[in-house]
């Protein structure tokens, strides 16, 4: 078993007794008392000195994150509210997701990331512990960029000779910049919120049949719940995204610009989103946005002002 193995249980057992003993909620001010149950267990297990850094750099990691992961969580998981997961699956969600998001991946890999959390939960979970992990991992594991948002940041852009050289398997989809006027005639544009932070154009996957058009059209709106009417490409970007079961994959997104009726957005908590809005259309630029769609919104917005 390797060493680094050993100080991630070390660090679960650590975090197991944080948070039975509600230091959890607090960890500035229950700090020393972390350090001291983590010091404690180290020696029990009679762990060197590289395992001990290692040890304390993941317990001060998830701790410092433990807020933003906790509403990750939440949303990655509706279904399961947080203080009914089970607590070691709570716990080794935390430790894998502050792997995942925000570790060195030089050093620990997305999926290495994964794969130790899983095992974790097997170790000292219950009998579905690894499969809820894989679960909840997996599936914001599947809503990252390659290399991944462990700064809530960007997808990785790949030039055309970069991504035919990699020969990924490649995956279409259509998206939107939906707009709409109010009856003062202020225009307004409807993004969707994902899990990391960011505000998001509506987009899915083309499905078998559908021309790109149609495609792109139904996938808007079953994102917002609404009808909306595409009018003409406004761009198109590509990257690579990771699925722990695909494994890297080529996205190339088509985006239109598509009016709709100012209405009440109908929009149902699915995958990687977790809400969507209406914002007046001279407020978008101020949101939190993925550097690649700032473009796509920017002409949108000029063709909607009717600047071009």
Known sequence: MSNRHVARSIVVQTLFEGDMRGWIESPTTHQED????????LEEFSQGAKAREFAE?????TLAKRATLDDIIVKAAP??????????????????????????RTQVPPKVAIDEAIELGKSFGGDTSGKFINGVLGGIY???????????????????????AKELPLESLGGAVVYARNTNGTMYIALVHDIFGK????????????????????????????????EE???????????????????????????AAFTELNFVSQGGLDNAKWFPIMEVVDLPLYEDLVPILI??????SGAI
């Not at 750099?57 to 990691?61: A, I």
């Not at 716990?91 to 998001?101: F, I, K, Q, S, Y």
């Not at 002409?299 to 909607?304: D, G, L, R």
Request: proline letters at 3%; a neutral charge.
């Open 199 to 230: 505000w998001t154009l509506p987009k899915g996957h083309l499905e078998d049949g559908l021309d790109i058009v149609d495609g792109a059209t139904k996938r808007v709106k079953e994102e917002l719940g609404i009808d909306v009417i595409l």
């Open 142 to 164: 599947k809503e990252m960029g390659e290399p991944g948002k462990q700064d809530f940041g960007k997808k990785v852009t790949l030039n055309q000779a970069e991504l035919q």
């Open 57 to 61: 750099g993941l317990l001060n990691l």
């Open 299 to 304: 002409t949108a917005i000029k063709k909607i």
């Open 79 to 104: 279904e399961w509210p947080l203080e009914k997961i089970a607590n070691v699956d709570r716990n080794v969600l935390r430790l894998g997701l502050a792997e995942l998001l925000y570790g060195d």
């Open 233 to 259: 490409k406004i761009g198109e970007n590509e990257y690579v995204a990771m699925n722990p079961d695909k494994k890297k994959v080529r996205k190339h997104v088509t985006y239109y610009l598509a009016h």
């Open 34 to 41: 972390f350090a001291t149950a983590l010091t404690r267990n």
